[in-house]
């Protein structure tokens, strides 16, 4: 217990050996959550406690991995692979498929991706005639509110709002009938259901709160209603529950998190004990106080002053330029100042961060012709690409039957020449077969009709060959054997063959395919089943992704992006009205009081330096004359003096010459 207390500093020693009851952990950027509730997990297993009972769940797989690598080198792999750590989704999940039949649900259930669950809304719109009233993007986010909500048929009666009351009522229970058919759950529903099945049936509630008596929150303000709901539920009984989080960094509104969240939970268990991390081991003091004096004038805030005993050698620089082009061409000069005065400096440890993707062009261009090498994080989602979808389909089809997205997708290609006619006939057919209550597949419907069409047949005497043993496969490495097969012997090998442009295309595709096929016998599971490499390819995307090469290169990404992450150097541009408050958030004070959070949240990334830069001239597409001259951030007025460095372009530059220039031939002609 001495190994475990030793490095921690009091507060979170009291947070750590706080084992029972509930207990509010308000953890500041940069105090070490990680490594408290890691401690505290282990302490709780010296002191006794069995760790089979402990859940801990964060928001990424990501940090649930970083968690359980540093709990396995605290208290060794076999008693911390015994800890539940996990996702919010994994972890409801895995009581879903657990208890499958308590929540009315078929065992091999499949998890529709987002282009399914859209197709299905898309046919719900249609057949309720709302194509002219509602599109099908606000569609899917009130089918997203009202589940995160739980709402059910009598909180829809209940709605003064006719719309939503019954036209939204009504396409909300469709859509949902439509995924039950083809035996899929969608994304919101994995919490969803399970907490409506806690709530319809108390005994299941009861055995799951036996085994899981001990409840652990990371990154808790970033908790949606449902979310807290299934805390509150699984620890009504035990009361013991952790949660650890920051009001202050809670900025994904968007998708239900609010930093009320915090105040609930105390609301909800009045006897939790509360503790204050504010030793902050990541930033310089001056940027440190930078971000405090920000964050202080919200008012939806619990309050805390984060301290730190780095060395503070520089103060905060902001920087005005003329235009985009010149904050390119300030933060390259001020990269290249920092490599000549530290020749052994990386350049993964710079960090450019924006608001929006589009600010990075202008940095890319000037990289480009000064050669600074840097990587963008983002763009073009691995998982839709075209020959990744095609290859889980395989997966997906053979695990569930009745996938009939699946099956659309992969059984025409290559081209056999089945259309959209046949198609749809097949789709009558199984739906028709439902209605008389008969057992019939998607797979089986097509089988039987098979003699009428020649594609439907050669595709079936494939998938009969190969698909049978993708779903007897019971080991990883067998899994990825046979959906090789399927891969090379039903179509999609020969599809990217016939449709790239050219061999090296191809080769690039198919490199693709054989990357997840080699990803996939090497996941770490505890079953190697069909359904765990199926669950992971729906909640832990991440492991199938190739890793982007960021060695020796400077890191570009948005705020949002950077949550989570630190580097010694970081260059914050475009902190003008309009982008960072964002022009959408301008006309409410919670939007207001996020977009101080986000400018905090990356004030905060910076570990030794920080440089903050805005434009008195941005193109801005079509804008107006208020567009293209943006005013500097309202924000910055809140950093004392004292600790910034304020710079200008120097008159003699490149860029203001050239814009003096202009301005001059401008008044000629006016």
């Not at 952790?242 to 009045?270: E, M, N």
């Not at 989570?564 to 902190?575: K, M, R, S, T």
Request: hydrophobic share 35%.
């Amino acid at each position: 217990m001495d190994y475990i207390l030793k490095s921690l500093n009091e507060e979170q020693k009291k947070a750590v050996t706080s084992s029972h009851g509930a207990l509010l952990v308000l953890a500041g950027a940069g105090t070490g959550k990680t490594k408290v509730i890691t401690s505290r997990i282990a302490w709780m297993i010296h002191d006794g406690i069995r760790p089979e009972s402990i859940v801990a769940v964060s928001f990424t797989n990501k940090a649930a991995k970083e968690m359980q690598a540093r709990l396995c080198s605290m208290i060794g792999e076999k008693a911390a692979r015994k800890v539940e750590l996990s996702t919010f989704h994994s972890f409801a999940l895995k009581i879903l498929r657990q208890y499958h039949n308590e929540f009315n649900l078929q065992k091999n259930f499949s998890i529709a991706d987002e282009n399914e669950s859209l197709n299905l809304l898309r046919e719900s719109i249609k057949e309720h005639n709302l194509e002219e009233i509602l599109s099908l993007q606000s569609a899917a986010q009130k089918i997203s509110f009202y589940k995160d909500n739980l709402f059910t048929n009598e909180d829809f009666n209940k709605q003064k709002n006719v719309f939503d009351g019954k036209i939204i009522s009504k396409l909300f229970h469709s859509y949902n009938r439509r995924l039950r058919l083809f035996n899929l759950v969608d994304f919101d529903d994995i919490v969803y259901l399970t907490v409506l099945g806690f709530k319809n049936n108390p005994i299941l509630l009861k055995t799951v709160q036996e085994a899981f008596s001990f409840l652990m929150v990371d990154e808790y303000q970033d908790t949606s209603f449902s979310q807290f709901q299934l805390i509150c539920m699984l620890s009504s009984k035990s009361r013991n529950v952790c949660v650890v989080g920051d009001d202050d960094q809670s900025i994904y509104s968007w998708r239900g998190a609010r930093p009320s969240i915090i105040s609930d939970f105390l609301k909800t268990f009045p006897e939790a004990r509360k503790v204050t991390l504010e030793q902050n081991y990541r930033c310089s003091p001056n940027i440190l106080n930078a971000a405090n004096s920000v964050i202080r004038e919200n008012t939806e805030r619990l309050g805390k002053e984060l301290w730190s005993e780095q060395p503070n050698l520089h103060p905060v620089v902001i920087q005005s330029c003329e235009n985009e082009r010149d904050e390119a061409l300030y933060v390259t000069e001020n990269i290249e100042s920092l490599k000549r005065n530290q020749p052994q400096l990386n350049y993964e440890n710079i960090a450019i961060l924006v608001r929006s993707n589009s600010q990075s062009i202008p940095i890319e261009q000037v990289f480009i012709e000064k050669k600074i090498p840097y990587t963008i994080h983002g763009g073009t989602p691995f998982f839709d690409r075209k020959e990744v979808r095609d290859l889980f389909s395989y997966l997906k089809l053979a695990y569930n039957p009745n996938d009939m997205n699946s099956l659309f997708r992969i059984m025409n290609i290559p081209a056999r020449g089945i259309g959209i006619s046949t198609l749809e006939k097949i789709k009558e057919q199984y739906i028709k077969n439902k209605k008389n209550q008969s057992q019939d597949t998607i797979i089986s419907t097509i089988q039987k009709l098979s003699h009428t069409h020649k594609g439907i047949s050669e595709f079936v005497n494939y998938w009969n060959a190969f698909g049978e043993k993708l779903k007897n496969s019971e080991r990883k490495v067998d899994i990825s054997s046979a959906l090789r097969d399927c891969y090379e012997n039903i179509g999609l090998k020969k599809d990217i063959l016939m449709s790239s442009a050219n061999m090296q295309i191809a080769q690039f595709r198919m490199d693709i395919v054989n990357r997840v096929l080699q990803v996939i016998e090497k996941l770490d599971l505890e079953t190697e089943s069909l359904e765990s490499v199926i669950d992971a390819l729906h909640l832990d995307k991440t492991r199938f992704d190739i890793a982007q090469e960021t060695t020796n290169k400077v890191q570009v990404m948005t705020i949002h992006s950077s949550k989570g992450l630190e580097f010694p150097y970081v260059f914050l541009i475009g902190v003008e009205d309009g982008i960072l408050p964002h022009e959408k958030s301008l006309d409410l004070e919670s939007g207001i009081q996020e977009e101080r959070r986000l400018f905090y949240v990356a004030i905060t990334r910076a570990k030794y330096r920080l440089f903050i830069s805005h434009c008195g001239f941005r193109k801005k597409g079509r804008a107006s004359t208020k567009d293209m001259e943006p005013k500097p951030s309202r924000f910055l007025s809140a950093i004392p003096m004292e600790l910034i460095e304020y710079k200008q372009t120097d008159p003699n530059s490149e860029e203001a010459k050239r814009m003096d220039a202009a301005r001059k031939l401008f008044e000629l002609f006016r």
